[in-house]
């Protein structure tokens, strides 16, 4: 296994296969800005397969949009024997390829969704449909690629007054089976969005209160609160120790360069062209530079 200086295990790798989207979220931090740089499929599996030979063992297809590559099942296809094949999406296209994703090896998708008002979804996206999104959903359940996680931003004068009915929605389809979890997951609170920032930690306490089992997944310490027929986790990556303590992945971003950090791009290492024993030096040096951002190491100390 991959070991960074700080003791933290790396079992999942995060590639981006493109930095295009077919929607334009106003919250968006510019992971969908447009490029023609895109690694080919066989620049993917080679990446992927020195990752798995190293003892990465869960893998995430995200964008930009994924679906937006017309080659998108090829993608997921060529991957080695991963334990877990997973994508992010908007969830615009998933109708069309959830079947075939499923029949190719992906194992589960996050589908991102705010709201269930049309019109308001329709604002945030500039302009998505929220009756594609909502059959995508259905799709990927019918298909297998459960648990699907809906990828909540909760935002306050947005949307902070819909979680109750997300939830709903969620276990809506849980009758039989967790088949559709509902993920919260706090706003960057980036200039330009202050009026929308919420801190997420009263709501998820509330949920704490209430629950009958609560689970603390390895990745990030992130809790999973279990109710009647609903699982509501909640995601807090900044001014958090525990999320950067327990930090198991490492990123690849749509041109090929390896991010050991979220939050910092001083460090990056293109492995784009690289192969065999020289693409395996380089995944181990970017492993090496991994530190806590928060709570260990320099830049934790500052923060």
Known sequence: MLVDGFGRGITNLRISVTRRCNLGCFYCHREGYESSDEMSVEEIARICAAFHSLGVRKLKITGGEPLVREDIVEVIAAMPPFDEISMTTNGVLLADY???????????????????????YRFATRGG??????????????????????????????????????????????KSGNNVILQVIELLNLPGLEDYYYDISEVEKEFAEVAKEVRVRAMQRRRQYVLDNAVIEF???????????????????????????????????????????ELIRAIVKAVGLREPYFGGGKHGSEA
């Open 98 to 120: 959830a079947q075939a994703l499923k029949d190719a090896g992906l194992s589960r998708v996050n589908v991102s969704l705010d709201t269930l008002n049309a019109e308001k």
């Open 129 to 174: 449909r929220l009756d594609r999104v909502l059959e995508g959903i259905e799709a990927a359940v019918n298909a297998g690629l459960t648990p699907v996680k809906l990828n909540m931003v909760l935002m306050r004068n947005f949307n902070h007054e819909e979680l109750q009915d997300l939830l709903s929605y969620a276990s809506s389809f849980n």
């Open 235 to 277: 995601v807090k990556p900044l001014d958090n120790s525990e999320f950067c303590g327990a930090c198991n992945r490492i990123r690849v971003t749509a041109d090929g360069k390896i991010k050991p950090c979220l939050m910092r791009n001083d460090n990056l290492i293109d492995i784009r062209h690289l192969e065999g024993e």
